[in-house]
């Protein structure tokens, strides 16, 4: 029994008024784990667990009972657990999971074949959601590898009783079911959210979204999004709420983002005029024509280089699409460009790599194309510096102090300077920087962009130029957001001569057809990759068709029964590193012809001589991925093949390998990924700073774009929003969080 204190405690806590600003910790009682789990999803006021938002809705009004469940049927069942369990199956070689499952018609068992920690994330007494295939044998009734998840608390009148007249109440049809941490559950969001939202916080709320633009695009108040959300009561309502959050959160990105490049742009910039002609004799010199995507982001930059603002922009290219001669164009128009009201001397430009490796490769180039022009190049690393060309190595390079280096980037007499973050350090002074290139860094922060803008004589201040270039193939909605600051060029084409990989989707019928390509292929002199989604040997058991390939039964099975002749050998994670080493070596010099792998080669792995990969299990891997994994073999002039077996052969399975033999490049294939994708699949939106609920929007192009022409309206009207002070004051917070 609660002590009478303690009630009276209870009691005091449950009326304290709320406000959305109060921390969650003043309104509930909370033990350790709680807390440490609040802390760990970000979530500290009352404001924070309104925001923290149900990732979906279990609807009540679709559930089905034990008693009812058909053989092979696949069904969604309510309950609660009994018992949990795991032992080996078949004589003892299969690890499995097993739980009791009760609903108020009858009892089945939940059965995990390979993954018997499903049965330890379930505890007896817990409320779950199962859904998965119908086993009845006789009297037993299973559920073969079910999805489950546990919930709060099971939809009222679970059972048929469901269907009979009345139904279940509105109110409790939709159940929200909230994103869970370590050590706190969705059913504490669920009653703790509830307690707040019936405590009236909601009228103290201010919608940040100024109420124009949510009546222009038909989105609900915050308020009413809220209860939307948090209670829906149909499901157009929580679609809606949905939909709302969404264009809150890439509507703040965009107002951060853009409010940074107005700001940028009110400095002065300088003016670059390329001397065509000179720059056609300049790219004649390169040794290749350009591709007509090159010639157009050249064209471009050169429009803004023209502009009275500074350029801000990003150009993406898949690897190999040539990025570098893109710079260097841009590069030679700069530096053949005098300074305004001079008649000597050159314009500046930085040229920044992530890596000192990168940043000597691109010296070096830079040294082939701008031989014989007379410009000075420049390398500053964290190793040291050097000066092309050399008075006395003529032809070459050599080493100067730093001191000395930094002097002649001072006085402008090195117009072209590459190197790494070595190149925006505070030491290092300009005479006339006016173009800035950042080569595969897409996070150069516009604080540190800033940084780069120089103070000239007295107080004015000049921006330069800007470009960052980038061979991470991102949607385009994702690139309009993430770099919202920055125009957007794209390099879709590959240069002339580089033959695509041959990319085809096996039925199983043709594994043999198959086997004998890959013989006739090493017979000639080829290598190939096999690609396996596990490492260890495989399920025995027969029945369950989805088990995937491991390397080691599979290197073993070709082996012995379909390549004897050949030698094969493996490489996977769980190798050491010095064991891996030995087998790329063999593979690298010819020894191996076959190499079963998992997908660890997807990195840094050149081996021109192999021009065949085979993918086991092709659905499991994700496109993106799928696309590295293929970029292994576009490494010479042979004609490259990708085959991609898949086990399962459902439509939505073939349509999303099939985007792999039909995008024309990375950026199509994000695009197509991220279209075929259900919400709430998409993920990965962490690593950009997106959550959930915004990765939604990024899949609706008019969404982004309509909250980047508010964002870019109101910042027009008034860039400092002081109009605006909610919008100011969370987009402070909101930017400090990010940041912090
Ligand atoms: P990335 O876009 O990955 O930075 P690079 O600029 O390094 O690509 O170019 C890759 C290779 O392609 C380089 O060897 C470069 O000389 C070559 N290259 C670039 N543009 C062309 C072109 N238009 N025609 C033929 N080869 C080209
Ligand atoms: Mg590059």
């Known amino acids: 029994m609660t002590p009478p204190v303690l009630l009276r405690m209870m009691d005091g806590m449950e009326k304290a008024p709320m406000h ?15 807390k440490k789990a609040l802390i760990k999803l970000g979530l500290l006021t009352l404001r924070d667990l309104l925001y923290h938002l149900p990732t979906r809705h279990i609807d009540a009004g679709k559930s089905s009972a034990i008693e009812l469940a058909e053989d092979g049927e696949r069904v969604t069942l309510y309950g609660q657990i009994e018992k949990t369990g795991t032992k080996k199956s078949f004589r003892g070689h299969v690890p499995m999971g097993e739980a009791v499952l009760r609903d108020k018609t009858g009892k089945m068992k939940l059965i995990w074949f390979n993954q018997a920690y499903m049965a330890k994330m379930v505890q007896p007494g817990d409320f779950v959601r199962a859904s998965g295939t119908v086993k009845k044998r006789g009297a037993t009734i299973s559920l073969i590898n079910p999805e489950i998840e546990k919930i709060p608390e099971l939809p009222r009148d679970t059972g048929p009783s469901l269907f009979n007249e009345g139904g279940i109440d509105p109110e409790d049809r939709f159940l929200p079911v909230y994103p869970e941490s370590r050590g706190i559950t969705s059913r504490w969001f669920y009653h703790s959210i509830r307690r707040v939202t019936a405590s009236g916080i909601l009228t103290l709320l201010v919608d940040p979204i100024p109420s124009d633009v949510l009546l222009r695009y038909s989105l609900p108040s915050l308020a009413t999004a809220l209860v939307w959300l948090h209670a829906p009561r149909e499901e157009r309502h929580s679609l809606s709420a ?24 009110q400095n002065p910039t300088f003016l670059i005029t390329p001397d065509k002609k000179r720059v056609e004799e300049f790219v004649a010199r390169l040794g290749f024509p350009l591709t007509d995507a090159q010639e157009r982001a050249v064209n471009t930059i050169f429009a803004d280089f023209a502009s009275s603002r500074a350029m801000l922009r990003l150009l993406e290219g898949d690897v190999g699409s040539g990025k570098t001669a893109v710079a260097a164009a841009t590069t030679f128009a700069a530096v053949t460009t005098r300074p305004s009201g001079q008649t000597y001397g050159a314009l500046q430009v930085a040229y920044m790599c992530p890596t000192e490796i990168l940043a000597t490769q691109h010296f070096e180039s830079f040294i082939q194309y701008f031989v014989g022009t007379g410009m000075t190049i420049g390398l500053i690393t964290g190793s040291g510096c050097r ?26 007499e090195i117009p072209i300077v590459i190197g790494t973050h070595a190149l925006i350090q505070k030491s290092v002074k300009w005479k006339h920087l006016a173009y800035v290139i950042i080569d595969e860094q897409h996070r150069f922060g516009t604080k540190q962009r800033a940084k780069l803008v120089q ?30 600051d920055l125009d957007l060029s794209i390099l879709d084409q590959m240069p002339s001569g580089r033959k695509p990989v041959i990319t085809e989707i096996v039925p199983p019928g043709k594994r043999e057809t198959v086997y004998e390509m890959i013989r006739a292929e090493i017979r000639s002199g080829r290598q190939a990759y096999i690609i396996c989604p596990r490492i260890d040997e495989p399920d025995p058991d027969k029945e369950q068709a989805l088990i995937a390939k ?21 490489l996977h994670s769980k190798m050491k590193p010095s064991e891996k080493d030995d087998v790329m070596e063999l593979f690298a010099a010819g020894d191996t012809d076959i190499l079963v792998a998992t997908s660890v ?3 840094g792995v050149n081996v021109p001589n192999a021009t065949l990969i085979i993918i086991e299990g092709a659905e499991r891997f ?4 799928l696309h590295q994994l293929r970029g292994r073999v576009i490494r010479s002039n042979h004609q490259a093949y990708c085959f991609l077996f898949s086990e399962t052969k459902t439509d939505k399975t073939f349509e999303r390998l099939k985007a792999l033999t039909t995008a024309k490049n990375g950026f199509e294939l994000s695009e197509m990924d991220l279209a075929l994708r259900g919400s709430g699949e998409l993920g990965g939106g962490r690593q950009w700073g997106i959550s959930d609920i915004g990765m939604e929007a990024i899949k609706n192009l008019k969404m982004v ?24 004051a969370q987009l402070e917070e909101r930017t400090r969080s990010h940041f912090e």
């Open 387 to 412: 000066k092309f060309p050399s008075k006395v190595n003529s032809g070459g390079w050599t080493d100067v102090s730093r001191t000395q280096f930094l002097k002649w980037v001072a006085n402008g």
């Open 622 to 625: 994700g496109l993106a991925q």
């Open 20 to 34: 959305p600003s109060d921390l969650i910790t003043k309104h509930f009682r909370l033990v350790d784990a709680q």
């Open 550 to 570: 491991s390397v080691k039964e599979e290197a073993k099975r070709l082996q012995e029964k379909v390549f004897p002749e050949f030698q094969i050998d493996i």
């Open 705 to 728: 774009e309509a909250a980047r022409e508010e964002a870019k309206r109101i910042l027009g009207e008034d860039i400092s929003l002081t109009k605006y002070p909610t919008l100011m």
């Open 601 to 603: 080669v997807e990195v």
């Open 455 to 484: 103070k000239e004589t007295g107080d004015a201040t000049r921006a330069p130029h800007f470009l960052s270039m980038t061979a991470t193939p991102i949607p385009r909605t994702l690139a309009l957001t993430l770099y919202g």
């Open 242 to 265: 949905r939909k709302r959050f969404a264009f809150e959160e890439i509507f703040f990105i965009q107002l951060e983002r853009q409010q940074a490049r107005m700001l940028y742009e």
